[in-house]
């Protein structure tokens, strides 16, 4: 079920972008449901910031641009219990810093059918849990990149490794 899901922006802090109204795609996931050819899965973040916003932000202090190695991607749970999650914080990082880029809250079940989509398409394709990110603005996308490593905390901010993407050999 590929599809559009609206979400909530949460704000954490006073990261603008935040505050606007973000939305999810998850693409590449309809093989699921119809046992079609696997594609890899893809996250599309589309956000409503123009271009050179976007840009902006995704720029480290020195002017660079973030390479994909740079971010950090993960869901945070936002219920204390233990039970099923009904939604979280979907953040993108600077890896280093720890400096945030982008928060929204979002479906837990949206994450949960990425997650499930990302390791179906590693185990049948053997492409090391891979998947695309996305961020579209104005209509367009402005950057996609590759990453392997997706996290899902609890509320406790205890790792939830049975319900993250982390490929065999990584440690955390």
């Given at each position: 079920m590929d599809g559009i899901f609206i979400i909530t922006p949460h704000v954490l802090s006073d990261i603008s972008v935040m505050r606007d109204q973000t939305t999810v795609e998850l693409t590449n996931t309809g093989w699921l449901d119809n046992g079609s050819t696997p594609s890899q899965p893809c996250?599309?973040?589309?956000?409503?910031?123009?271009?050179?916003?976007?840009?902006?932000?995704?720029?480290?202090?020195?002017?660079?641009?973030?390479?994909?190695?740079?971010?950090?991607?993960y869901f945070r749970d936002r219920s204390s219990s233990r039970a099923a999650v009904e939604d979280g914080i979907?953040?993108?990082?600077?890896?280093?810093?720890?400096?945030?880029?982008?928060?929204?809250?979002?479906?837990a079940s949206v994450i949960e059918r990425f997650v499930s989509a990302v390791r179906q398409y590693a185990a049948r394709t053997g492409n090391d849990r891979k998947y695309t990110v996305e961020l579209q603005c104005e209509g367009t996308i402005a950057t996609s990149f590759e990453k392997r490593i997706f996290i899902v905390y609890n509320a406790e901010n205890e790792l939830l490794r049975e319900r993250s993407v982390v490929p065999g050999h990584i440690e955390l």
């Amino acid at each position: 079920m590929d599809g559009i899901f609206i979400i909530t922006p949460h704000v954490l802090s006073d990261i603008s972008v935040m505050r606007d109204q973000t939305t999810v795609e998850l693409t590449n996931t309809g093989w699921l449901d119809n046992g079609s050819t696997p594609s890899q899965p893809c996250l599309r973040l589309h956000i409503t910031l123009t271009s050179d916003d976007l840009a902006e932000r995704f720029q480290p202090g020195d002017g660079s641009t973030y390479r994909p190695s740079d971010l950090d991607l993960y869901f945070r749970d936002r219920s204390s219990s233990r039970a099923a999650v009904e939604d979280g914080i979907l953040t993108i990082s600077d890896r280093l810093t720890g400096d945030l880029l982008l928060e929204a809250v979002v479906s837990a079940s949206v994450i949960e059918r990425f997650v499930s989509a990302v390791r179906q398409y590693a185990a049948r394709t053997g492409n090391d849990r891979k998947y695309t990110v996305e961020l579209q603005c104005e209509g367009t996308i402005a950057t996609s990149f590759e990453k392997r490593i997706f996290i899902v905390y609890n509320a406790e901010n205890e790792l939830l490794r049975e319900r993250s993407v982390v490929p065999g050999h990584i440690e955390l």
